[in-house]
């Protein structure tokens, strides 16, 4: 094992506080929200577990980076949204997509900048 990865191997919890892998490491039954969510998964009221910490060189953003791991068995299925929520999502969704000043629905959100759809931005503007 390389001194960067020693520097991170902690399972006990002893140096960080809670247990500690380097990166690629950590037990199998451990998962990021990330794979927890691809697996159709939520945390379920579970605080973190442990955590994987790397050194990264990313630019503008150097030093120890760390990724919470939380325990896939005590994790719970995804909620699903009731009926009642998809539609107001729709909703919510056909509002942000219909132009205000023309009434059609941009098929697109419409730019908050604009506060129009395209179309109608560029109409106003040459007439101006």
Known sequence: MSRI????WDPTGSRYG???WPWRMAPPHLATLRQLTAAGLR???QGVQAQVLWRS????APGVRAAYLYDVRFAL???TATPAQLRALDKAN???RT?????????????RH?????????ATEVAA
């Not at 990865?5 to 991170?8: G, L």
């Not at 132009?99 to 697109?108: E, L, Q, S, V």
């Open 99 to 111: 132009c205000p000043d023309c009434g059609t629905d941009a098929g697109y959100v419409l730019p």
């Open 114 to 122: 604009l506060g129009t759809c395209l179309d109608c931005a560029e």
């Open 18 to 20: 809670i247990p500690t």
């Open 5 to 8: 990865r020693a520097a991170f």
């Open 43 to 45: 945390p379920g009221g």
């Open 77 to 79: 299925p995804k909620r």
């Open 57 to 60: 060189r990313r630019h503008g």
């Open 94 to 96: 056909t509002a942000r």
